[in-house]
């Protein structure tokens, strides 16, 4: 069976750094992509990267570029993403997906952040 | 770049049947395949329609995906709606640019 585990809830204060994960298992993960998905409170998904684990060749959407870092350690099977400096406007659901370029499969539980002084 | 519009919202009876349309701003619909994710109030997206029409195991046949150049549009249909079918739907297609691009979803409400 297909899993994609994230990591728990986060609270943050603007300024500080984090990095979120996203375990896959039961499929080959060197073999697919992973993507993340920002969805903003009451709001819809946005696109935000994907990375491949077999080669760690990662696409940014324009909007993301610059923002986030998204890695992955092959030998885990696991995938992150990672602020530098968290804003206030950083506060959302964040998913992972198993992917192709083109789109995802199937979505890890999401992992919330929620930035606040 | 494209955009993908969705409408905002839908409200069907149960037992009805109840369509979607997620309409392409440029280039050809069918020119990328279009995805259906649905989710349900807090819970992650799972998908219903892939390439296009293609149902995952497990979706119920009542749930059924088509393109239409015509309209430059993809449309989810949801035969015999049940209650636990009430979500918000997202289509999604690829740009050669920006990769995946989200429709803006649709809430059905199942009523």
């Known amino acids: 069976e297909v899993q994609l585990v994230q990591s728990g809830a986060e609270v943050k204060k603007p300024g500080e750094s984090l990095k979120i994960s996203c375990k896959g298992s039961?499929?080959?993960?060197?073999?697919?992509?992973i993507g993340w998905v920002r969805q903003m409170p009451g709001k819809g998904l946005e696109w935000m990267g994907i990375?491949?684990?077999?080669?760690?060749?990662?696409r940014y959407s324009p909007s993301f570029q610059g923002q986030v870092t998204i890695s992955a350690d092959k030998s885990i099977s696991t995938a992150y993403l990672q602020w530098s400096s968290l804003k206030a406007s950083d506060t959302a659901m964040y998913y992972c997906?198993?992917?192709?370029?083109?789109?995802?499969?199937?979505w890890g539980q999401g992992t919330l952040v929620t930035v606040s002084s | 770049n494209f955009m993908l519009t969705q409408p905002h919202s839908v409200s069907e009876s149960p037992g009805k049947t109840v369509t979607i349309s997620c309409t392409r701003s440029?280039?050809?619909?069918?020119?990328?395949?279009v995805q259906w994710y649905q989710q349900r109030p807090g819970s992650s997206p799972t998908t219903v329609i892939y390439?296009?029409?293609?149902?995952p195991s497990g979706v119920p046949d009542r749930f059924s995906g088509s393109i239409d150049s015509s309209s430059n549009s993809a449309s989810l249909t949801i035969s015999g709606l049940k209650t636990e079918d009430e979500a918000d739907y997202y289509c999604?297609?690829?740009?050669?640019?920006?990769?995946?691009?989200f429709g803006g979803g649709t809430k059905l409400t199942v009523l």
């Open positions: 999604q297609s690829y740009d050669s640019s920006t990769l995946w691009v």
């Open positions: 990375i491949y684990p077999g080669d760690s060749d990662t």
């Open positions: 997906a198993r992917a192709t370029v083109t789109t995802g499969d199937y």
């Open positions: 390439e296009d029409n293609q149902r």
């Open positions: 039961g499929y080959s993960f060197t073999s697919y992509w």
């Open positions: 440029s280039g050809s619909i069918a020119s990328n395949y």
